[in-house]
C-alpha cells in the first residue's frame, strides 16, 4: 500500500512561519494534498498541489512539491493562534486517498 | 453549503453488540468513504463506494461491514463490536475527478 509520513508535533511562535513536511512513496500520484483538522471537528481541505508543479501559493500558505524525492512541504506565513490544529498530508490513487499520521501544531504567544 | 453529516457525535456501546453509524451527504456524489482516526496513525481505510449497492475494501475492512442503499447514504456496520474498535469514525464523500472531499464532523465510538 501507499506510505505518506509527516513528524507529529510541530510548536511555532505566533507571528512566525511554520513548516510541515511530508513524505510519501507513490510515485503515481496524481494530486496531494493539505487537510487541516480543529478539536472537535472533521477534516477540511486546505490546499492541494497538481504532481507536475512544483510551488503553488495560496495567501499565507505555500505548498512546495519535490517529486524526485517524494517530498511536500506546507508552509504557514505569520502563524496564528487559530492555525493550532492537526494538519494532514496525502496522497491520491485512483478515487481514494491516503493520509499521513498528522502533524498536531501548537502556536505558542 | 455542502453537507456531510454523521448521525452521533459520541457513541457508547458494548463488547458484542451490533452498531451502525450512518453518514448522509447532500452532494449527489458518486464516492463515499469510511475511515477511523486513531492517535499516531491518521486515517486509515475501512471501505468506500463508489456507486449505490457498490463497494470496495479499503486498508482495514476486517471486523467492519458497510451499505449504501441510497446515494446519498452510506452506512457503516460493526456486526459484534469489540474494543479495539474504539475510535474516532469520519465519514467522507468526493465527485467525480478531483473534486475535494468532504468530511463529516466524525463519531467518537467507545467499546466497553
Known amino acids: 500500500g501507499e506510505d505518506v509520513e509527516q513528524s507529529l508535533f510541530l510548536s511555532v511562535r505566533e507571528g512566525d512561519s511554520s513548516v510541515i513536511n511530508c513524505t510519501y512513496t507513490?510515485?503515481?500520484?496524481?494530486?496531494l494534498y493539505w487537510y487541516k483538522q480543529e478539536p472537535g471537528a472533521g477534516l477540511q481541505l486546505l490546499t492541494y498541489i497538481f504532481s507536475n508543479m512544483d510551488m503553488k501559493q495560496d495567501q499565507r500558505l505555500t505548498v512546495l512539491l519535490n517529486k524526485k524525492d517524494k517530498h511536500l512541504s506546507l508552509r504557514i506565513a505569520d502563524t496564528q493562534t487559530g492555525d493550532s490544529a492537526i494538519y494532514f498530508c496525502a496522497e491520491s490513487h485512483d478515487y481514494k486517498l491516503s493520509f499521513g499520521a498528522g502533524t498536531t501544531v501548537t502556536v505558542r504567544a | 453549503d455542502v453537507k456531510v453529516t454523521q448521525s452521533s457525535r459520541y457513541l457508547v456501546k458494548r463488547t458484542g453488540e451490533k452498531v451502525f453509524l450512518e453518514c448522509v451527504q447532500d452532494?449527489?456524489?458518486?464516492?463515499m468513504f469510511w475511515y477511523r482516526q486513531d492517535p499516531g496513525l491518521g486515517l486509515r481505510l475501512i471501505y468506500f463506494?463508489?456507486?449505490?449497492?457498490?463497494?470496495e475494501k479499503g486498508d482495514i475492512p476486517e471486523g467492519y461491514s458497510v451499505s449504501r442503499e441510497k446515494k446519498e447514504r452510506f452506512s457503516l456496520i460493526l456486526e459484534s463490536a469489540s474494543t479495539n474498535q474504539t475510535s474516532m469514525y469520519l465519514c467522507?464523500?468526493?465527485?467525480?475527478?478531483?473534486?475535494?472531499?468532504?468530511f463529516g464532523p466524525g463519531t467518537r465510538l467507545t467499546v466497553t
Open positions: 463506494s463508489y456507486d449505490v449497492k457498490m463497494k
Open positions: 452532494m449527489d456524489h458518486e464516492n
Open positions: 507513490d510515485s503515481s500520484s496524481t494530486y
Open positions: 467522507a464523500s468526493r465527485g467525480t475527478g478531483n473534486d475535494e472531499q468532504y
